[in-house]
């Protein structure tokens, strides 16, 4: 069976490769589940291959699913960027972009990187905050992009990204068996450590606070003592520190949800950039 791969069915399986749930997907695209699911049979059919494991918790990538993926993204980002290349656009101008803290060490950087070769008279500022902050950033009229937590916001954000995170600690790390499971905490709220303190109760598991922190530098040197287990983008975790998977019983981890947010009357360079991010991050 022949299959078109375009972009809107390679952007549909990375969509739920993100989210780790076709609903999530489906809510995400503004697309019916049923139609979601259909499109990924549809693929699975054409390469007579399983690339998603599914379970009432979602779903989950098989090596096959894993190859597929980063060829999804491949070629979604040499569209992109041949769009950008052939288009006449010469944008020039100031970009203030804020992000949460963890997107500025982690994938963020490289996106914008790759927008500045595109468009090398375009200067940006970057800076990192909490979500709240970020979004009194954007409404004071301090910032023309701004990437954090949806919940922190009264207003939609223009597009969206979603992280999977992972459970990690330190390889040095020795837990005592039948103790509390020690948990390093950020000190200020985010709606997926609300969500990861939720799963811990609906397993049933025992936790105590095994640090508290208030940066991801801090977050880093905790793990990497040993003061408990936390939750990172896989890419921001230490060489000396591992991921823990379902060890101890521990559920899946929650994926990382970040709005898009763009400063009202927006000028082309901050809308070009905007969509830049929505397409190729």
Known sequence: MDVDFDLRLLRMFIAVAETGAVSKAAERLARTQAAVSMQLQRIEQALDAELVLRSPRGVSLTDRGEQFLAYARKMVALTHNMQRSLSDKTLAGRVRIGMFEDLAVTRLPAAIAQFRRHH??????????????????????????????????????????????????????????????????????????????????????????????????????????????????????????????????????????????????????????????????
């Open 120 to 281: 090398p008279s375009v200067e940006i500022e970057l800076f990192s905050s909490y979500s709240q902050e970020l979004a009194r950033s954007l409404k004071e009229g301090r910032s023309d992009i701004v990437i954090a937590d949806p919940a922190r916001f009264d207003i939609p954000p223009s597009s969206s990204i979603s992280r999977q995170l992972v459970w990690c600690t330190s390889r040095m790390m020795e837990f005592v068996e039948d103790a509390p499971i020690p948990v390093i905490l950020f000190d200020t709220s985010c709606s997926w450590q609300d969500r990861m303190i939720a799963s811990l109760a609906e397993e049933g598991l025992t936790w105590t606070v095994g640090c508290r922190v208030r940066s991801l530098p801090a977050m880093l040197s905790a793990l990497r003592a040993g003061l408990g287990i936390g939750i990172l983008f896989p890419e921001a975790i230490p060489p000396d520190c591992e991921v823990l998977h379902a060890k101890f019983g521990l559920p899946a981890a929650p994926a990382a949800e970040f709005g898009v947010y763009v400063a009202h009357d927006a000028s082309a360079v901050v809308d070009e950039l905007a969509s830049f991010l929505r397409d190729g991050f």
